[in-house]
């Protein structure tokens, strides 16, 4: 019974090593919500039972993870892994400060990496660049329009006069002018003119359509 006694106490009152700090990337944003996990070099037993402790960094990027330890882990190199970089730490409980019989060290972690980029920049990306193509497409569509003399009518606000086809010389002319062209150069009466140029406007009408 003492002995389990001595063993509980032993437990209870175990010595706590703290590393704090906060994760960010390289432009000083934090890393949020990823995990610090504590692993160890290749045959480093004396840093084994601190292997597969964690902490998880906050929306600022801070971190936390309690080691329990005892005076023998003093010197003890750990590795402390984030997004798959690896960062050295030496357990130290002579610079650590100290909290009863806990201690607390500070270690800002830095990565390499750049941060991801977040889906609201990648849509305003890719809604800056549709603005600028359709901007665009008009600019060229309207540059094309004002070539023509028609195209510059029409921007102008003056829709072109449509030309139809004589159904007797096949000459182009102005729609409006058929009837008068019927009459004066083919010496044909003003009823019939007419009613050719009827029959040609209902004509093209069906080949639009």
Do not use: W
Not at 16 to 23: A, C, P, Q, R, S
Not at 44 to 60: L, P, R, T, V
Not at 88 to 100: A, F, M, P, T, W
Request: glycine share 10%.
């Amino acid at each position: 019974m003492m002995f389990l006694l001595v063993f509980t106490s032993s437990i209870v009152t175990a010595d706590i090593y703290t590393i704090y700090g906060i994760v960010k990337y390289p432009n000083n944003t934090a890393v949020q919500y990823e995990e610090v996990e504590v692993q160890c070099e290749p045959h480093a037993y004396d840093c084994s039972k601190f292997s597969g402790e964690e902490g998880m960094s906050d929306f600022g990027g801070g971190y936390r993870i309690e080691l329990p330890i005892d005076d023998r882990d003093e010197g003890v190199k750990i590795l402390l892994v984030v997004k798959g970089e690896v960062f050295e730490h030496q357990i130290s409980l002579q610079n650590g400060s100290q909290d009863g019989p806990d201690y607390y060290t500070s270690l800002n972690i830095t990565l390499e990496q750049e941060p991801p980029i977040s889906p609201l920049s990648t849509g305003l990306v890719c809604g800056t660049l549709f603005f600028i193509l359709v901007f665009a497409n008009v600019l060229v569509r309207t540059g094309r329009q004002l070539m023509t003399s028609e195209g510059r009518q029409r921007f102008q606000g003056r829709s072109p006069m449509p030309i139809t086809t004589c159904p007797i010389c096949s000459g182009k002319i102005r729609r409006h002018l058929l009837v008068r062209h019927l009459i004066v150069e083919h010496g044909i009466s003003t009823d019939k003119a007419g009613a050719l140029a009827g029959l040609q406007f209902s004509d093209e009408r069906q080949d639009l359509n």
